[in-house]
C-alpha cells in the first residue's frame, strides 16, 4: 500500500447543514456497527466486564461523535451485569450539541465534552479505560503519537484505538460505498476514501503505541478492514 496521505475531511469542518451532518454521524455509526469496529470493541473490553456489585468501570470515550459508541456499550456492558461510567470527548462545536442530546437519556452514566483531544482536561488516571475510534486517522503522525500519550496519562488500566487499516482492499471498498449507499451524502460521501488513505498500517500503529509509552503493545486485524490497539499505560502492573 502507498504511503499514508492526510486529506482534509469534511466532517472536520463547520458550518454544515444539520440534518446532512446527523446523517453522516449515523453512517459512521453504522461503520462501526456493521463492519467490525463494534466486535473490536467487545473482544477487548470482555475482560473489564466486573461482575453485578463492582464499582462500575470509569471509560473514556475521544471523538465520540454523535456519542452512538458509548450507548452501544452502556447497553452491551449493562446486559452482561456491569454498570459502567462513560465520559464522550468531541471537539466540534456542531457535534458535540447532537451527542449531548442523544445522551441525555443516559442520565449520569453518559456524560459528553467539548475538549481537545490533545489536550484532555482530566487527571492523571482518571479513567479505567480511554478509547479512541475512527479518530487517529485525523491526525499527523507526530499528534497521534501525542493523542495515544494523553490517552495513557488519563487512563489507569488500558489504552485502545480502533481504527481503519489502509490497503488497497479497503479504499476500494469505500470508493464502492460511496458510490452506492453514501453518494447521497456529500461528506461521507468524500470522507469514506480519504479516511482509509490516512489510516495505518499494522506496523504503524504498533510504532504509534511504543512511541506514546505504551507497555505490551499488540495490534490485531478484524474483518473486514479494521485495526485494534491495546496497550498497558506505563507503570501499571498486567
Not at 452514566?109 to 479512541?132: K, M, Q, T, W
Request: proline residues 5%; aromatic residues 4%; glycine residues 8%.
Amino acid at each position: 500500500m502507498n504511503a499514508r496521505r492526510l486529506e482534509p475531511e469534511r466532517l472536520d469542518d463547520v458550518g454544515h447543514d444539520a440534518e446532512e451532518l446527523r446523517e453522516s454521524l449515523n453512517q459512521v455509526a453504522q461503520v462501526n456497527r456493521r463492519l467490525g469496529g463494534l466486535r473490536a470493541l467487545h473482544h477487548a473490553l470482555r475482560p473489564f466486564v466486573a461482575s453485578a456489585g463492582r464499582a462500575p468501570l470509569r471509560l473514556l470515550d475521544v471523538g465520540t461523535g454523535n456519542a452512538a459508541l458509548p450507548l452501544h456499550l452502556l447497553e452491551w456492558s449493562a446486559a452482561r451485569g456491569a454498570h459502567w461510567n462513560v465520559i464522550g470527548v468531541d471537539r466540534h462545536p456542531e457535534i458535540t450539541p447532537i451527542a449531548a442530546r442523544r445522551a441525555a437519556p443516559a442520565g449520569r452514566a453518559l456524560r459528553i465534552v467539548r475538549a481537545d483531544a490533545l489536550e484532555l482536561p482530566f487527571r492523571n488516571g482518571s479513567f479505567d479505560v480511554a478509547l479512541c475510534t475512527l479518530t487517529l486517522h485525523h491526525f499527523e503522525d507526530e499528534s497521534a503519537i501525542r493523542l495515544v500519550r494523553e490517552m495513557a496519562r488519563v487512563a489507569r488500566r488500558a489504552v485502545l484505538v480502533n481504527d481503519l487499516e489502509r490497503n488497497r482492499a479497503a479504499e476500494l471498498g469505500a470508493r464502492l460505498l460511496a458510490a452506492t449507499l453514501w453518494r447521497g451524502n456529500r461528506l461521507t460521501r468524500h470522507d469514506g476514501p480519504v479516511s482509509v488513505r490516512a489510516a495505518f498500517t499494522p506496523g504503524e500503529l504498533r510504532e504509534i503505541g511504543d512511541r506514546a509509552g505504551l507497555q505490551d503493545v499488540s495490534v490485531r486485524r478484524h474483518v473486514p478492514f479494521r485495526l485494534l490497539l491495546r496497550g498497558r499505560p506505563s507503570g501499571v502492573e498486567p
